[in-house]
């Protein structure tokens, strides 16, 4: 059985090594929208750089414990990936987030990581190592899963999935799903426990993203123009009288006198002025064929 389980784990920590590749190259689109962009404006860098810390500090784990080689690959991996999102943030983004980053790389990576090999190195051996690492391991997996729910609050707040990188939940979700069951045929708590969470927030993320896509959706064509309607002439009703007042229907003699009164002005039929002021008949071609006006009642 113990052979069994053992093979189940490595497939497990296999399929957990390729949807976690995936998962570290999910965030490319949104560096290729800040590329695009020439900012990070709406980005946040806090879960790159915590996902780095998280990867440094499982390779950690991983050296203080036997049969973790697929910890060790897919979180070499991590920090090579984690490290240059962080660098391409740091490079696009203004000038108070960069600060911001730095400062909580200096804190988180140099500084915490730093303490926590010193203190587990010089105060715990054996066993009580790695059982105090694994500790850790498990609180910072837990914060890689809810880094994003700051994404989430932001989804909420604004109503907009702009922000959220879809692909980068739904991949979360899944790698919780694997690590899990490597965790749980290796017996190793530190692994499996972390992955509810992962598993719970992912689910999460992705029935927002499904909420709000929708809405927005909703809203884009409610705000599309109304089609543009055919004009008709109206005539206002008269200040002074209740009763609707309505055009005269032009008889076809007068609009034909009403184009030769025209004519001595212009020619419709381009028949020099001075021909048309002796010619009666000068404009009547151009309006044989004229339709009849037509009243309209004012609303």
């Known amino acids: ?46 879960p790159y750089v915590v996902a780095l810390f998280s990867s440094m500090l499982w390779i950690y784990y991983a050296f203080l414990k036997t049969n973790t080689t ?10 090579f990936i984690e490290t240059i999102y962080v660098g391409f943030y740091l490079f696009y983004a203004p000038k108070k987030a960069r600060v911001q980053t730095v400062k909580v790389l200096m804190l988180s990576v140099v500084g915490g990581f730093g303490a926590i090999i010193l203190v587990t190195q010089f105060l715990f051996e054996g066993v009580v ?8 391991c498990l609180v910072f997996s837990l914060c890689v899963f809810v880094a994003p729910l700051g994404i989430v609050r932001q989804v909420i707040k604004t109503k907009s999935v702009e922000y959220m990188p879809l692909l980068l939940s739904v991949f979360l979700t899944l790698s919780a799903v ?26 999460l993320q ?14 884009l064509k409610e705000q599309k123009l109304p ?14 009288t209740n009763a609707n007042k309505k055009l005269p229907e032009l008889t076809q003699e007068q609009i034909i006198d009403i184009v030769r009164l ?30 009849k006006l037509q009243t309209v009642e004012a609303s």
Not at 129 to 135: C, K, P, T
Not at 230 to 237: R, Y
Not at 264 to 284: F, I, M, R, S
Request: include cysteine; charge should be positive.
């Open 129 to 136: 190592r790695g059982q105090i690492v694994g500790w850790i």
């Open 70 to 79: 697929l910890l060790i690959t897919i979180n070499s991996f991590g920090v």
């Open 178 to 203: 694997m690590w899990f069951f490597y965790g749980l045929l290796l017996k190793d708590i530190n692994i499996a426990a972390p992955n509810v969470l992962g598993f719970i927030f992912g689910i």
């Open 262 to 291: 025209a004519g001595l002005l212009t020619c419709t039929d381009k028949t020099p002025v001075a021909t048309c002021q002796h010619d009666a008949n000068c404009g009547v071609k151009a309006v044989e064929n004229m339709p």
């Open 227 to 240: 089609e543009v309607q055919k004009t008709a002439v109206i005539v206002a009703d008269d200040e002074n």
């Open 1 to 46: 059985m113990a052979g069994i389980s053992g093979h189940w784990a490595f497939a497990f920590g296999v399929l957990g090594n390729i949807i976690s590749f995936v998962v570290f190259l999910s965030p490319i689109p949104t560096f290729y929208k800040i590329y695009k962009k020439k900012s990070t404006e709406g980005y946040q860098s806090i």
């Open 206 to 219: 992705i029935v927002l993203y499904a909420i709000y896509s929708k809405k927005e959706k909703v809203i």
